[in-house]
C-alpha cells in the first residue's frame, strides 16, 4: 500500500474523493492551511456538484415545546418543567404557523423541542395526523434522536417501534439536532443526560432503516480535543456507509455550526469564523460519501455562510423563518433571511440558486 507523507498528498487524495483515515485527517487538519482546506473541499464539491448550482429549503422551525428536563450546559432556550415560562404550542398555533410558511412558498416543518418530561407518543402521532390531514402538502420532519429516545422511555416501546408509529401518523424525517460532539468525552462534560454517541447514531440508524428523511450535525467550540471532532465525521461515515449498502437511505447532508455561548451556562467564547470556514472544509473532504454540507447562516451570520459556499458546501440551508435556539444563545444574525436574501448571497458566491425539497430535490431553478 502506498503511503503518503505531505499535506499536499493528503489534499489532493482527499478532493479526489478517496477516503482519509482518522490518522490521516488529524494530521491533516494540524497541517494544511485554510487556503488549502478551502481550495481542495472547492474542487471536491465541484467534481460532485459540477453544474454551479446551490440550493435552499424554504421550511420553518417549529419549537413546539421549550420544556426540557435534559439540562444541557450549553442552552439558553429551554425551561424546566417548573418555570412559568415553559410552553406548549396546541395543534391550531402549529398550524397558523403552517399556513404562514404555505403562503411563503414553503415546502417543510422542522419540528423540534425540549425533551418534555410528560407528553406521551399519542400526542406526537396526533399531532403528526393533525398537519398531514390538513396541510397534506407539507414535509414534517421532527423531533431529534434525544426526543425519540424520550417518546421510547416513555411508551416503554423499543425506539424502532416508535419511530414505525411516528411515521405511519405522518412523520417524513428524523432531524440530526443534538449530535454536538460524538464522542462521550465531551458529551459528558457538555450535557450528560443527552445520551451517548452511541444512542444517537443508533436513533439515525433506525430512521435511515423505517426509510425516514435524516440529516447529520455538529456542533464544534466546546473546548473538544481535535482527535473527537475527526471520530465525530468518522463514526458518521460510518452508518452512512452501512445505511447506503443496507436500503440506500442515508443522510441527506451534513451542516456544521459553532457552539453560541451567549446566555449559556456554560458560558465560553465563540469560535472565530475562520474556524467555521476551516470545520466546513474538513468536513468536505473527511465525508467522502455524503453528497451535500450545508453552509449555516443562522449560527454563523450570511457573509461567512456565503464564504462557505467557497469552502465545500453546496447548499444554503434553509429560510427558517424563526429560530429560536441559537438565537437564544446569542447568534446575532437574525432569525430569519428571506428568500430573496438567500439568492443574493448564493450569486455573489458565484453559483445559481435552486429552490429544493427536503431530500435535496430541485424545485425551481434561478438565475
Ligand atoms: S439543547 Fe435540546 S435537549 Fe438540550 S436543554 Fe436545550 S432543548 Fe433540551
Redesign the pocket.
Known sequence: MRTFTTTGDLLERASAGERLQLEEGLRLWEAASTEALCHAADAMRARRHPKGIVTYLVDRNINYT?V?????G??A??RKPTSPEGYLLTHEQIGRKVEELQAWGGTRILL????HPYLKLDYYTGLLAYLKEHYPAIQVDGF?P??VWNIARIAKMPLADVLHELRLAGLDGLPG??AEILDNRTRNKI?PH?GTWESWIEAERLAQREGLTTSATMVFGFGEELEERVLHLTRLRDLQDESLAHNGNGFTSFICWSYQPDHTAMGGTRAPGEEYLRMVAFARLMLDNFENISASWPSQGAALAREALRCGANDFGSTMMEEN?VSAAGADVGTCMTVKQIQAEIRAAGFRPAKRDSRYGVLELFD
Open positions: 421549550n426540557c428536563i435534559i439540562d444541557c450549553f442552552c432556550f429551554y423540534q423541542g425540549g425533551v431529534s434525544v426526543e439536532g443534538g450535557a443527552k435556539v
